[in-house]
């Protein structure tokens, strides 16, 4: 009877809150707070933009070693062209990559979709407004110098903007990303200005098609490494991922500088495109920070730099092709 008596007295333990004790102390995660103006204007990646100027200037100073006279209506029309599809591209990105949740943890600046700030369906909705914009405008260049067949081409573009992160088998997720950037950012967007100004493609304009090309692939590896780390656990198998970091920086040095030997050789025509030389101060600063940076976010400088070394360097040979 003592030993029972005894064992009713003893209090009892105290009980413990039930779970991870580090998950009960980590704080409720916040709700994400609406898209502002500003947010919106991010998504857009304007910094991006130099890279639609490029190969409209090079194609029009090309266009003027055809006909003295300058196409500046056709050449702005493009210029709008260019920048539709390329504002188009970047949502379709911030929506594409942030349904798959790709960009759900993010080393450069955030996401309108994959940051929870607009709903996936406003984002698919401004992407594909701006994708008809750009069909406006294309339409209305056909029209005005009867290239039907551009239709096409202007077709293959936007399909092409879309499907680089959407659709189920998205090819910036297989490492052909600065393929097609190749083909529609230097090839298709420097030549078509050039056609649609004077319907012929002088050298020039695919030596100056090569140089914005690779510019414009250029910008898209810095991009590519920066988020090398991010990508490789989401699955999206871009190039940098699956060749490693050094040689992403070698590709990146070959082809932010070959550009300027494109320059040197037509300076040997066209003297003025030594002046493309002051521009290669800002390939180079891009390529040391590229080479040495530590965080990743040093790269966000470097693809910024290589962008506006692109337009910098498109404005100096249209100069040379002008003069």
């Known amino acids: 009877m003592a030993a029972q008596s005894r064992k009713r007295s003893r209090p009892a333990p105290k009980r413990r809150p039930g779970g991870n004790p580090q998950k009960a102390q980590r704080p409720a995660p916040r709700a994400a707070t609406p898209a502002t103006a500003r947010d919106w204007i991010a998504a857009a990646r304007l910094r991006t933009l130099p890279l639609a100027v ?20 056709i050449a702005l029309a493009c210029l709008a062209l260019a920048f539709a599809l390329q504002i188009g591209v970047n ?15 993010r080393v450069g600046p955030g996401r309108l979709t994959g940051g929870k700030k607009a709903r996936p369906r406003t984002v698919l909705i401004v992407a594909l407004a701006f994708f008809a914009l750009a069909a406006v405008i294309g339409l209305a260049l056909v029209i005005r110098t009867g290239q039907w ?18 659709g189920k088998r998205p090819y910036g997720y297989n490492a052909l990303g600065e393929v097609f950037v190749f083909v529609f950012f230097g090839l298709v967007a420097t030549l078509g200005t050039t056609w649609l100004q004077v319907q012929s493609l002088p050298q020039e304009a695919w030596f100056g098609a090569v140089a914005a090309g690779l510019l414009a692939c250029a910008v898209l590896l810095a991009n590519n490494l920066r988020d090398i780390d991010q990508d490789r656990l989401a699955g999206k198998r871009t190039l940098s991922v699956l060749i490693g970091r050094r040689a992403t920086q070698v590709l990146f040095t070959l082809f932010v500088l070959a550009p ?25 600063a891009a390529t040391l920070i590229v080479w040495t940076y530590r965080a990743p976010r040093e790269l966000v400088t470097a693809l910024q730099v290589t962008s506006f070394t692109s337009v910098a360097y498109g404005a100096l040979l249209f100069w040379a092709f002008v003069a």
């Open 54 to 73: 490029t190969p409209v200037l090079i194609g029009t100073g090309a266009a003027t070693l055809v006909d003295d006279r300058f196409h500046g209506v």
């Open 149 to 166: 067949w551009l239709i096409a081409v202007g077709a293959a573009c936007i399909v092409a903007a879309w499907f680089y992160t959407g």
């Open 91 to 105: 949502y379709a990105n911030d929506y594409s990559d942030g349904i798959r949740g790709t960009d759900d943890v």
């Open 260 to 284: 300027f030997g494109i320059a040197v050789f037509l300076a040997l025509v066209y003297p003025v495109a030594w002046l493309t030389l002051i521009a290669l101060l800002g390939a180079l």
